[in-house]
């Protein structure tokens, strides 16, 4: 459903909002119910977008592998609560352990859903825009705009190269990882001379539009993201979800496990 | 002129962009590395960004700061954990940044090289890692115990070989390029760039 869904319809401002409040929200909440709740909610989003697989599995990927060391990471070196299971000598599993394990794998996955439903509901002119209509300084904007220009630039420009040092012999895949580093610079210096020359190129084009860093006339825009009443609902719906559980965790103790802990 | 107060110029914006680009893609190319999460064995962009630190300044720093942003998605981070980790861990490219006067870019004295890997290498590697167990343990990716028993030392270490291997070399071949091209910065912080 790409493009045609009522997620995709938002108003750019409304996709930032929305992908600050649920990973602040993840954040936020440490009760793995509440967590797992918010995970449904965004996973629920996710197969309503309907996901193209090779978007997905980048995130399945990371989920899997942080998981399980973010698993092993709090389930055996938490020691907060009663002993419950005997390990080793001196070693144990304790009661709250488990709780908070599942807390922070929901956050985990609820943080990498969050940004997947971003990523594949927002464009990257339109989160420029989103950020622009969020007061953020025009001079910031053009510099994200512009790494997401260079990025796929420098990434087939890498492939090239890759695949010239590969035809004369060299297959970094094969090498042990020492050498491999150093091996890897037979890529990573004629790569970087490209990108540097396209600097001088770059600002002079940019120069040549009249651009001013600071100062200058205000500065007018062809397309303005326009905030309908849907967004206005979402918006006002997530930042009141956030503000309740920011005022409930910090005043009333509510969605905490562990005290004191994030 | 007060110490913060120089102007932004076109080309230091589109530095800082393509520092940013690039460390992002060295960035999501690291992650193919990772035995445990946030943690690559083979990391680039630390010896990449020490280099362009002392080659841009600030904006080096600013680019390392960006690519941390841009590659979030790839390392399992939401943005307001990869603007933690991003403003918080790259610090032996601040350091890079803040003793780039007292270098020879190139490195070619004994003097520049010592100060270079006590301050960039070990110290400011050893300070990222630092930084990064203070944001993996707040962000709940690992225990205080682990993070301070066993995982900064693969990271630190990855960290340090990179800065070492890369930083060295890229400073010791691009830096007479960078400066042919007019890209190398002068001044504390990177405020003009130098005479060609």
New interface residues.
Partial sequence: MAGRSLLHKLSPTTKVVF??TT??L??EIQDPKLNGLLLVALLACAVYLRIPRRVSL??IR??I??GI??SI??LF???VGQPLYHIWDGFYIYSLAIPLTL??LF??WA??T???VF?VITQESEFIAGLRKLKVPY?LC???A???R??P???EE?DMIREAQMARALELEKIP??P???H??AI??PW??I??????T??AA??SRG?Q??GGRKRTFFHEPRISVADSVVVVALIGLFVTVVVLRTWFGYFVIVPGR? | MGFFSFSIKTRDIVIAALCGAVNAVLQIISTFFTPIPGLSVLYPPSGFGAATAVWFGVWGWIGAILGTLFAAPYWGYSLPVALMFGILTPMEVLIAALIRRKLDPTLKNKRSLVLFVGAVVVLGTFLDALMGMFVSIYVGYYTPTLAFTVAIWPWWLADAVAAFVIGIFLLRTLTPYVKKIGLYYDGFFARKLAEK
């Fill in positions: 992908l600050l990973s602040l993840a954040l980048i995130f990371s989920g592998i942080v060391a973010l990471s709090w070196f938490s020691q807390s922070m956050r985990l943080l990498l969050s940004t997947m990523v001079v053009l510099v994200f512009l790494v997401l260079f990025i630039l420098l990434v890498y990882l020492i491999r580093m150093k890897f610079m990573i210096v970087l001379v990108s540097l020359k396209r600097v001088a770059l600002s940019i120069d651009f860093v600071t994030l």
